[in-house]
């Protein structure tokens, strides 16, 4: 009988053994799935605030017109309110746990339950996102195509280094377009007076204020989990 207990206890001893082993190793994972996806909260921060910052200063030279406007400085300005960031989380390690049944060997129930719910974040937390998304693309690039000059704003964009380089993953690329500028001379003055524009800024301005609001929380909760899983390992 003792002998029994014994091999028992022995048994039990080497599953928590193997349990606490494939944890942490679930846990190193995690760790670098949620890095990434931290890296990448940080790239669409800097793009999304060159989009604000570009809007406020657009909507600076509509409430102060001069026809000494530079056609360039704004299709620069522009240019950089057409991005539409999109967090793309990272999911393949965070959803092999969970399809596979093996979310229960994290004993933290804490970070436990934040894992189990992160897909259920990034779902609340984009929805800004992709509202600005769809009005860019069913409304807003459509008026700069029918007012303005799309193609020197796109010329703008392609070949600005700071915007390109936080939309790709090569922080390197150097884009050559070969779309150039338009032959056709719109005048700036006159796009600004458009109140459509105004109003379309300040869509971009609100839609993208709101999704950078969302995404300081979801940050704050990738932080959150980073820490745990650190005081774990």
Known sequence: MIGILLALQVNNWNEAYQDRKEERQILRQLRSEFQTNL????????????????????????????????????????????????????????????????????????????????NGDISFAIEEEIIWREHRDRTYIPFLTEKYSLRNIQNDLLNDPAMVNIMTFNKNVRVATLIGKSMEKPEAADFLNNSDLEDHISNMLTFNYMAKIQMMGLQEKVETIIKMIDSEL
């Open 39 to 118: 890296d990448q909260l940080h790239d669409k921060f800097a793009l999304r605030e060159r989009l604000l910052n570009s809007g406020i200063e657009i909507l600076s030279l509509i409430n102060n017109p001069t026809a000494n406007i530079n056609p360039d400085t704004l299709d620069f300005l522009l240019s950089r309110t057409l991005p539409a960031p999109t967090f793309d989380a990272s999911l393949g390690v965070t959803s092999d746990i969970i399809n596979s049944g093996k979310l229960y060997l994290i004993q933290n129930d804490t970070l436990r339950q934040l894992i189990s719910g992160w």
